[in-house]
């Protein structure tokens, strides 16, 4: 008798819990977005149909209004979601990708090279479909805050080669932000419409955006660039606005109208957020009923999460895309550690040098996930030349999500890619090196994080001593993961190597109390 007796059972039972639906018991379904699901309500049915309890119209009654209400939060929310005005057109864009490359002072990295960052600028609108590079173009800088960025006589350069590009469409100023006085004074200059970091992230955000939490954040982020174009707009005109239904009063102005109707937006949207959270945090709290640990995966955009999940799991259904931000949505996948542990990984959105606070901020309802597992696990891709820096922006983003200091003190780190380099070794202690694409060091990583988890969620690995003619066996198997059994058949009874948690243990010594256990 094996561990993998009830193995497949207990398998599906995590990926219940990783699917996170609303009803406590539901069919084992492949891996979904950690986003809400529909609430659980009773079908109708109309008097005198089916069996089970008769039919209350009072609760039928409840169900219509509760049904309205759904309904009414459904076009809420289809109106909240409904095209952006930021988002660039559906049509071909070709780009004159610009940087400014500052000479020196706090603002330059010594982490990094303009090279580098023109070339991550690069892989971003590379990411677009329908978005060309037409030309990158570094040209130096002492202060990229100033009113052109450039000094006079270097931005007089760039105006000549921007204009002298055939068929330009747009121009990427790599950037985290631009404001919109220096917006307008630029496509004023260049002829064509100025993006920077800010704009173009987003619109890849809203490109991948699959689930209505992760639209409904694009939508909280697009308010800042929403407000900064108001403003542009405002000291074009100035005028007195009267007769709409969003007016208070005869003397109230159009900024003060619009800037009122963007407070409305920002706070629906929020609403909106914070009734989904509310029903992830229910999906959380079921899924600790199963006391299955959590896992999350994270690391810097395309360094390898999704296929490092993948091998983990043997999840055939994942896909892993070869581009910047492919997962903007939490999502849960189960596996199994080498002791036969069910295990939960999370795969999560990817971080970026220089992502702005505010898009950051949008998807902290996402990231509030994270608090909330066993262990991290931190991805790098070792072969990239600003691997470095790369660590440094994901802890940075880590430390300001306020997670609590054990989850950052026994953070696991993976250096991925190796099979590109020749006899890799981590520089870093206890740094696990590993090929997700090959298999290479998976057993090893697999055991440091059942080592971790253990100490993270208070397991306890038993060995209990058995009658095989009693339910403890198949209690076992069921509620805890069963590495061992060892049948003595001469006095039918078995001695079994359990890991069990806490709430567990406390179960089976109500129901078993006369079994010997032995801690191990």
């Known amino acids: 008798m094996g561990p993998g007796r009830f193995s497949w ?14 009803a406590p018991r539901c069919r084992p379904l492949p ?9 659980l309500r009773a079908p109708l049915r109309p008097p005198g149909t089916g069996g089970g309890a008769p039919w209350n119209g009072a609760a039928g009654a409840g169900e219509d209004e509760e049904k309205e209400e759904e309904e009414e939060d459904e076009a809420a929310l289809e109106e909240l979601l409904a095209p952006s005005p930021l ?3 559906p049509g071909a864009q070709r780009v004159a990708v610009v940087h400014p490359a500052v000479k020196w002072g706090p603002q330059k990295s010594p ?28 040209i130096p800088t002492k202060n990229p805050n100033k009113k052109f960025v450039f000094g006079k006589g270097n931005f007089q350069v760039l105006t000549e080669k921007i204009k002298k590009l055939p068929h330009v469409t747009a121009v990427f100023l790599n950037v985290e932000r631009i404001s919109s006085l220096t917006k307008k004074e630029l496509e004023g200059a260049w002829g064509v419409p100025v993006f920077d970091r800010y704009t173009v992230v987003l619109h890849i955000f809203r490109c991948n955006a699959r689930t209505k939490e992760a639209k409904l954040q694009v939508a909280l982020a697009e308010i800042p660039l929403l407000r900064s174009n108001l403003k542009n707009e405002v000291s074009q005109r100035d005028q007195q606005r009267g007769g709409s239904r969003y007016i208070m009063g005869s003397g109230e102005t159009f900024l003060e109208t619009q800037n009122r109707v963007l407070k409305e937006r920002e706070l629906k949207i929020r609403n909106a957020l914070e009734k989904l959270r509310r029903k992830r945090a229910l999906h959380r709290t079921q899924r600790r009923k199963c006391e299955f640990p959590m896992v999350s995966v994270m690391g810097y955009t395309n360094c390898g999460k999704t296929t490092l999940i993948k091998a983990l799991t043997g999840e055939a259904g994942l896909q892993p895309r070869d581009q910047l931000f492919a997962t903007l949505d939490i999502t849960a996948h189960a596996g199994y550690l080498p002791s036969h542990m069910p295990v939960i990984y999370v795969d999560t959105i990817g971080f970026l040098t220089d992502l702005p606070h505010n898009l950051v901020e949008s998807f902290s309802a996402t990231l509030e996930e994270v608090a909330y597992s066993d262990l991290i696990v931190h991805v790098r891709d070792i072969t990239h030349p600003e691997t470095i820096l790369q660590k440094a922006t994901v802890l940075s983003v880590l430390r300001n999500l306020n997670l609590p200091s054990h989850l950052l003190d026994s953070m696991v780190e993976v ?7 020749e006899r890799y070794k981590p520089a870093e202690e206890n740094a696990l090196a590993v090929s997700a694409l090959h298999g290479h060091g998976l057993e090893e990583l697999k055991q440091e ?22 339910p403890q066996l198949s ?16 006095d039918g009874t078995a001695r079994v190597k359990v890991i069990i948690g806490s709430s567990a243990f406390g179960r089976y010594k109500n129901l078993f109390p006369n079994s010997e ?3 191990s």
């Open 111 to 138: 982490l990094t090279t303009a090279e580098l960052q023109i070339a991550e600028a690069v892989a971003l609108v590379d990411t677009l479909q329908n978005w060309t590079v037409l030309d990158k173009i570094i």
């Open 475 to 490: 209690w076992l198997y069921k509620e805890a993961t069963v590495q061992e059994v060892e049948v003595m058949p001469e």
């Open 517 to 519: 256990i032995f801690m």
């Open 449 to 470: 994080i059942e080592k971790k988890i253990l100490t993270a969620t208070g397991k306890k690995i038993l060995t209990v001593n058995i009658n095989l003619e009693g």
């Open 87 to 89: 988002a660039p057109g």
């Open 31 to 39: 891996a979904r977005p950690l986003s809400a699901s529909a609430p």
């Open 415 to 421: 250096h991925n890619k190796v099979d590109l380099t």
């Open 9 to 22: 059972s207990l398998l599906l039972r995590c990926r219940r819990a990783a699917a996170a639906l609303s």
